[in-house]
């Protein structure tokens, strides 16, 4: 069932990838007008970007307490891999070379595990951040919470 979610995740990831391109193309859907089309477009990948959020209620929790070392914010990080996939949008100029890109990417963020950031997750308040463990382990924290200490940081209900 992980993998599942590890997939569905991914797609939500590289989801904006493939509408900075029908936006590029100029694209509506069926007899709609463009604006209409690009906001069904945004509309669209928010919509499953929630219901990844939603979905990972349902994962086992995880608790971190104590033996936190560093706590470091982790927004800007992934944000020029993603800045990236767009500019690879922009430069595309048929559809097989937007499934070939599409497929290329998606495999490389599946396997380097960069499906768990996904800038709309900002939208919906999370930030991210990176965990180091006083054993060196550095985890890879998505929260609502602010985190400005490590001073009693806990995290009771983490997702894995």
């Known amino acids: 069932m992980k993998w599942l979610y ?9 989801s904006l990838f493939f509408v900075v391109y029908l936006i590029k193309e ?17 509309g669209v990948i928010i919509f499953f970007t929630a219901i ?23 927004d800007g990080s992934y944000l020029p891999s993603f800045l990236g996939y767009f500019f690879v949008a922009l430069s595309i ?4 070379t937007l499934i070939v890109m599409a497929v290329v990417i998606f495999i490389f963020t599946y396997y380097s595990q960069t499906l768990y950031f996904n800038p709309l997750f900002l939208v919906f308040g999370y930030k991210f951040y990176y965990i180091t463990m006083n054993n060196g382990m550095r985890l890879f924290v998505l929260s609502r919470k602010r985190i400005k200490s490590i001073d009693g940081l806990r995290f009771d209900s983490l997702k894995k």
């Open 93 to 96: 100029v048929d559809d097989i």
């Open 52 to 74: 990844c959020l939603f979905l990972s209620r349902f994962l086992p929790d995880e608790t971190i307490s104590g033996g936190i070392k560093e706590v470091e914010l982790a």
């Open 26 to 42: 100029h694209r509506s859907i069926m007899l709609m007008k463009i604006d209409v089309s690009y906001a069904v477009y945004l």
């Open 6 to 14: 590890r997939i569905l995740l991914d797609c939500n990831a590289i």
